[in-house]
């Protein structure tokens, strides 16, 4: 992430109100320097990217899985928005994923994963572009996706129902007895 | 009711700032991703609607004032995430947000910052 860092969230957060309102302005000069960066790169995405960043808001959406074979990344999800549509994204890849699981240095990380924040980067030259698509999450994750196509499918929900808690373990399990 | 965390921005100002107020709140449909403030209610009366799972908003001129009491009213529900800062998606109108850790009960308390404020209900 190069606009909605941790770093910046975190100070938004901050108990201390100076450092807070700092960087709430900060905040809303990232928001506009990353809308004038996508409109640089918006001719050069394709239309399922375009599609994508377009019709879908997935703040707040509720991560289901996460999972790699090959070329191919699949995130499950679960929208905010009701009527909570399920949306199942397809990234084929075009490089290694990157994942960091470093949490949040302020604690504050939540049990399970939610969507905050992604950014679309391009990247290369000539022949050699493609996009980049990092995502920021609530437990700290931090996943950067080199791609050269995306496919999203949105489904009603059956299960889980709107509305389902999800609660975390405090402890690992037990481990069988031998 | 769970133990809260120390109170954001809980430095004191030295000057006499506007009193927040806390008003019903639901999102607005569409690409304006704006909060729409209705009626004045008291904090009991918005700790109550939001473990209901409904939306408030913290008005006024000082945003410190205004992060902190939106801060308490989750606070009173349950854990609370950090703040949220408003995201690009959910429109230009959006507001910054606390929510429940676990997002059970769902639902935000919105307050206003210098920039970003609720629009009144028609």
Known sequence: ???FT????ERYGSQDDAVANSADAEWETAIDRYEAYLQT????????????????CFHDARILSMGRRDDTFVISLQLDMPPNELVTII???????????????????????????EEIEQVGTD????????????????????????QVSLAEPVYPLPGTVFVPMSTPAAAPSA | MASAPSTPGSLSSSHAAPVP????A???????????????????TAVARRRVELDVVVCGADVDANRRLAYQIEAAVGPTTRPEAPHKRP???????????????????????????AKKKP
Not at chain 1, 41 to 56: A, K, T
Not at chain 2, 102 to 113: C, L
């Open chain 1, 127 to 150: 022949d050699g572009k493609h996009f980049v698509y990092s995502i920021l999450f609530s437990n700290g994750w931090e996943i950067t996706l080199p791609f050269r196509e995306v």
């Open chain 1, 1 to 3: 992430m190069k606009y």
């Open chain 2, 26 to 44: 639901e999102r607005e449909s569409g690409p304006s991703g704006a909060v729409i403030r209705g009626a004045e209610i008291e904090m009991a």
């Open chain 2, 91 to 117: 429109g230009p109108m959006a507001l910054p947000h606390f929510h429940q850790s676990n997002r059970s009960p769902k639902g935000h308390t919105f307050y206003e910052t210098n920039r970003r404020k």
């Open chain 1, 91 to 117: 990234y084929i890849l075009s490089g290694a994923p990157e994942i960091n699981k470093e949490p949040f240095a302020d604690g504050k990380d939540t049990p399970l994963p939610w969507w905050l924040y």
């Open chain 1, 41 to 56: 790169i918006r001719p050069d995405m394709p239309e399922s990217l375009r599609q994508l960043e377009d019709g879908f």
């Open chain 2, 21 to 24: 107020t806390i008003h019903e």
């Open chain 1, 6 to 9: 941790k770093d910046l969230l």
